[in-house]
């Protein structure tokens, strides 16, 4: 993942490591998920016949709401379905993820 966002010109001292970032998601208000698919699944937690289950992912979970971007509901790199989006708390928003980021941003302004 830290490749991709290297090539999206994000400055690493802008990461954050799993252990330092996943507490964080308990308290957050909204977690913005862009695309990814395995590594945001609660299954790899809770589920011990799939897949994914004991690899290390990203809690967005545990956040009190989830806005999910995506261009499908194709499953990820594992072919597994997804259980996060299945979760009330989360939103789905398709589209190119660009566009979709200006599209929330811009209803955020409206409602500041």
């Not at 970032?21 to 609660?42: K, S």
């Not at 594992?78 to 979709?100: H, Q, W």
Request: aromatic content about 6%.
């Amino acid at each position: 993942m830290n490749v991709l966002l290297a090539e999206a010109n994000v400055p690493y001292d802008k990461l954050f490591d799993m252990d330092q970032i996943n507490p964080e998601f308990q308290r957050a208000d909204v977690a913005l998920v862009i695309g990814a698919n395995d590594v945001t699944n609660p299954a790899a937690r809770s589920n011990p016949g799939s897949p994914i289950y004991g690899m290390p992912i990203l809690d967005v979970d545990k956040a009190q709401n989830i806005i999910v971007i995506k261009r499908s509901m194709k499953p990820g790199f594992a072919g597994i379905d997804n259980d996060l989006y299945l979760d009330p708390k989360t939103a789905m928003l398709f589209g190119d993820a660009k566009d979709a980021v200006g599209k929330v941003v811009q209803e955020l302004k409206k409602a500041a």
